[in-house]
């Protein structure tokens, strides 16, 4: 039987899930661009091209039009548009370093999903039969489940947009003020809440895991590192790092900056897996330390002290 032929690329750029994926990005530049002049018809048309996420989707399989094109565009339009809404309330909130970090974390783990699932050759960044983590697979292979997530966030940001009078409001006496709003926002909040926080908790174990999966590929760590030993110590090492660039003062000030973070990151790791530190690993807490420590040590934390 005679290979089927490819689709042209023409033809791809005009599969129907793809045409919405354009028709919502015009409607989110429309949305963003009078957010401030009329609140309830950007959170409307914000509202509708999130929904439209789920039918571009619903369209690709029932058309047989799945295409890596359109699954690139469906993500970089979600993440950008949660982007933009995630920049507007820290303008309007205090602090809004809040609504910052919540950006950088929510596009740095979809990246390293996206680019770790082209990485291992699966076709899918919802292909997760490989993870341990039960939270993890249960949110890629439950739509339901994924969805509750993923509305909740767009959900809970929408109402802190429409609930911000002022230009800089209060993030906390906000949501404290909720009480005195109708029942809408009081039933809202809370749910969406609770699926927000479960949507932020899968952003964290998408970076832990993919950053691992990229050390793992690059030969720059065993596999035999307990994933535990390894978060624990990322995290640990990043906050090290990161007050070490604080105190920094010309070429001197980095370079004792660098001896500094170097020697509290022994001291840390040390203390970190040795004694009862390490019951939960099954390795020993030398071979943790040695592989982790050393792939840290030279790849990712110390070039960025170092620039």
Not at 169 to 183: A, D, F, G, K, M
Not at 274 to 289: E, V
Request: glycine share 4%.
């Amino acid at each position: 039987m005679a290979e089927k032929s490819r689709p042209s690329t023409l033809s791809v750029y005009l599969y129907v899930p793809n045409i919405i994926g354009y028709v919502r990005i015009l409607m989110n530049c429309y949305a963003f661009a009078i957010c401030f002049k009329d609140k309830y018809l950007f959170s409307l048309l914000y509202f509708v091209s999130f929904v439209c996420d789920a039918l571009d989707g619903w369209f690709a399989r029932k058309l047989n039009q799945v295409s890596t094109f359109g699954a690139v565009l469906d993500m970089v339009t979600d993440r950008i548009s949660t982007a933009c809404l995630l920049v507007v309330l820290s303008q309007v909130y205090r602090p809004g370093l809040t609504f910052l970090s919540l950006l950088a974390l929510d596009i740095a783990s979809h990246w390293l999903q996206m680019y770790s699932t082209f990485l291992v050759g699966k076709s899918s960044h919802k292909d997760v039969k490989d993870s341990s983590n039960w939270l993890f697979k249960l949110y890629y292979r439950n739509r339901k489940f994924m969805g509750y997530c993923c509305v909740s966030c767009e959900v809970l940001y929408i109402i802190l947009f429409l609930l911000a009078n002022n230009p800089t409001e209060n993030l906390i006496q906000v949501l404290l003020n909720v009480s005195t709003r109708n029942w809408l926002y009081k039933t809202l909040l809370p749910l969406s809440l609770v699926g927000w926080a479960i949507k932020q908790l899968i952003n964290i174990i998408q970076v832990v895991q993919k950053t691992m999966v990229f050390l793992i590929l690059s030969n720059d760590i065993s596999t035999n590192v307990c994933l535990k030993c390894y978060a624990m110590c990322i995290l640990k090492l990043g906050f090290l790092c990161a007050t070490s660039c604080v105190f920094m003062d010309g070429d001197t000030g980095i370079q004792d900056s660098n001896m500094r973070f170097e020697s509290e990151a022994d001291d840390v790791l040390v203390n970190e897996f040795k004694g009862d530190n390490a019951s939960h690993c099954s390795h020993s807490w030398g071979s943790c330390l040695t592989y982790t420590y050393s792939c840290l040590h030279s790849s990712m934390l110390l070039p960025f002290v170092e620039m």
